[in-house]
């Protein structure tokens, strides 16, 4: 029995509704439908796909290994550039990024699936727990990690492939950062995250911390001071403020904590959802949220963007997606005041805004759409402390372009830094290359041996 | 309307299109089947001597190899004869014939080599009314190792001596077919015609191991742990057909003699490429084993709208008519110059034909241009090998211009001569020279 009820409620849908809106948005291929969408490579030399993609996998050689049958193979291209592949494979923008630059796009407008067939290769070689790395010999260096986000984790495996002890600090219960908090429901199914994280750490030389959080529990100079070097996955904890009245009314929730909360539910009957809802915001978080809200069985639930569709941060895929279970995504508004009924929220003011010289201003005109629940979607902020002097630069960490921070023995990568695009597999890229960094640190600093006399 | 009626050495059939002696002629249901598709003939399963018949194995016959999407290319079989009795066969021949007067029936026979088995079976094939015979020479698996089939086609002395026997035995007109798993066609088919056969048709089957089972170690079709070599076709013999049948159609001892083609024909102009090389009809069978009798139809249409677009009126107009351009290496025009342009407007950026050149061939197609992936022939590199055209995914993106007379040819460094002038008459052979000196 569902409900159509006023208010924020769970279990507005019949138990087995949610099963169906929570499965796997694009479901695994088969082994036929991998070898047909594998035959469509053109095997590119000097492949786009593979300059597009953040990480650098070799996609034309990933994909011929899964065409000639060899998905074990495969699956080790992936992960000699990605050991996060597998769930890149489910939540990479490939439409912005590999697919986008698909010469088949060229010649037909249908690039290759190289989404789904990696997600194809890395789920054979995970279920069979195939492990394709081993510890180097023990180095005696010891880094910490702060943050078991994909930059955290993809540093700590390459670090540990390299012999160093890892220690990783989180301040959540479990590892995984966005992928196990921040990403839709649908697209990662079955407790994908976790599996991923025990996939990662069973290369061994990894311990983690949950619960220890930067500035609360430890600072930056106390990890300086017992570890040999420190990388700083720390994500972008906060959140934007809307600065307009009726901010802190109930009915007003973050979309990263209804999106976290999601995840951890089992059932998803038990997360509630208003009958009316409206999303701030024209990113992914925004989206996500939206279209979950719907799949919760929210009556009406409207995107509102203060700019154009053509400035969404959302690619052009998720908001298709969005449209297609009946979000409405509204343009060039932004929030002028939450209209409040005995102290919740009842609906939203919103005036009509336009672009002069480049600038954006409000035209005047205003409206309301009534809502029980209103999303905050409207960007992350980093929560700096325990970082000491650090150097910053507009509210993110500074490096240079191997990841190194102003501060002696510290990297850091991910949302946190300065050029953080927001992404995964990018905070993959820069997690590894961190740690490839440090690890030429470490050899530099280390006096060659020499022949004894 | 293109005429697409056949007459071959005076067997006449509605079109081009017969169905090859093989597993979809082995009885009156599937021919009967085939005639109803529109074939215009069949070469019926071939007919063993009178007696036990042949038996086949009851494992595995045929093996495939894949192309895109598990697309059939190359098929391999070791199915022998027909197994069923000779009386059977003969009295469904008889039945199918009445039925299907417009439609040509061949009798396939393979006999051992003895005067009396052919002098025995060619009077019982005549009653049935069949309109001619083929011999089967080229069957190179089981029946080969009976002294049969290819063994007997590898003897060009066997095959002059039993075509003899057959044209003194019958009046049907006598189709000799030929094996390719020989070094020169061109000796089997001379003798055929010294023998006074009334036509060739080629290619059998070709000696092959389709794959291996690497879990088992052993040949795909594997029966019972083991496996056997097997008669290759389909897509993939086409090449080695079409040239066999250029070979004979152009070799002056035997130039003129009714060829009915056979290997990989799957389309329509896989048909128009073996007839304009010679052939003057065509045989098919695993396109029918691989999609059914269907496929017919648009062998039919396509075959007739190609020869209406081209103003081609009936068969004899296009038979042959490529055979004055099959030459030797020898007679090319050393003079003709081309090169490879790319269509940038096509070109979707893939890259191919930049790493073959550069790693394989002579290194004439740019990566880069100004920094930007950019593919373009360098025409003083370029030797017009045709390797980039023949790897590239988009059809007509990249093309072979041939340069002008009197045009400057970058590589050389010299106008391209406007004579014809080939290897016989080339200063660097040595043949040449001699006869010069």
Known sequence: MGTTQSGILGGRLPLADYETNFSDLHPALDRHEALVASDRCYFCHDAPCMTACPTSIDIPLFIRQISTGNPIGSAKTIFDQNILGGMCARVCPTETLCEQACVRNTAEE??????????????????????????????????????????????????????????????????????????????????????????VLSIGGIEVRHGQALGRDFSLGDLTEQYDAVFLGLGLAGVNALRIEGENAEGLDDAVDFIAALRQSKTKADIPVGRRVVVLGGGMTAIDAAVQAKLLGAEEVTICYRRGKEHMNASEFEQDLAASKGVTIRHWLQPKRIALKDGKVAGIELEYTRLEDGKLTTTGETGIIAADQIFKAIGQTFEASGLGSLAFEAGRIVTDAEGKTSAANVWAGGDCVLGGEDLTVSAVAMGRDAAEAINRAFAAATPQASAVA | MADLRNNFVGIKSPNPFWLASAPPTDKAYNVERAFKAGWGGVVWKTLGEEGPPVVNVNGPRYGAIWGADRRLLGFNNIELITDRDLYVNLREMKQVKMNWPDRALIASIMVPCEEEAWKAILPLVEETGADGIELNFGCPHGMSERGMGA????????????????????????????????????KPARAAKAGGTDAVS????????????????????????????????????????????????????????????????????????????????????????????????????????????????????????????????????????????????????????????????????????????????????????????????????????????????????????????????????????????
């Open chain 1, 110 to 199: 249908r690039p290759v699936e190289i989404g789904r067939l990696q997600r194809y290769a890395t789920d054979i070689a995970m279920k069979e727990n195939k492990q394709f790395y081993t510890r180097a010999a023990s180095s005696g260096q010891k880094v910490a990690v702060v943050g078991a986000g994909p930059a955290g984790l993809a540093c700590a495996h390459r670090l540990a492939v390299k012999g160093h002890e890892v220690v990783i600090y989180d301040a959540r219960e479990k590892s995984g950062g966005l992928n196990e908090y921040g990403i839709a429901a649908y697209k990662t199914v079955d407790d994908f995250a976790q599996s991923e994280v025990d996939y």
């Open chain 2, 151 to 186: 063994a007997v086609g590898q003897v060009p002395e066997y095959i002059e001596m039993v075509v003899r026997w057959c044209k003194q035995y019958t009046r049907m007109p006598v189709i000799t077919k030929l094996t390719p798993n020989i070094t020169d066609i061109r």
């Open chain 2, 202 to 437: 080629l290619i059998n089957t070709i000696n092959s191991i389709v794959s291996v089972d690497l879990d088992n170690f052993a040949p795909n079709p594997t029966v019972g742990g083991k496996g056997t070599h097997g008669g290759y076709c389909g897509p993939a013999v086409k090449p080695i057909a079409l040239n066999m049948v250029a070979e004979i159609a152009r070799d002056p001892e035997t130039s003129g003699l009714p060829i009915s083609g056979i290997g990989g024909i799957t389309t329509w102009r896989d048909a128009a490429e073996f007839l304009v090389l010679g052939a003057g009809n065509v045989q098919v069978c695993t396109a029918a084993m691989t999609y059914g009798f269907k496929i017919v139809q648009e062998m039919i249409s396509g075959l007739s709208d190609w020869m209406d677009a081209k103003g081609h009126r009936d068969l004899d107009d296009i038979t042959g008519r490529a055979v004055p351009n099959v030459t030797d290496w020898q007679y090319l025009n050393l003079n003709y110059i081309a090169k490879a342009k790319i269509d940038q407007d096509s070109c979707i950026k893939c890259g191919r034909c930049h790493i073959v050149c550069e790693d394989t061939s002579h290194q004439a197609i740019t990566q880069f241009v100004n920094g930007v992936r950019h593919f373009e022939v360098m025409d003083d590199e370029c030797v017009g090998c045709n390797l980039c055209v023949s790897v590239c995914p988009v059809e007509n993106c990249i093309t072979m211009e041939e340069l002008p007379a009197g045009a400057m040819d970058q590589r050389t460094g010299k106008p391209v001569d406007p004579n014809y002038a080939n290897w016989t008459t080339h200063p660097n052979n040595p043949m040449a020279r001699q006869a010069a000196e």
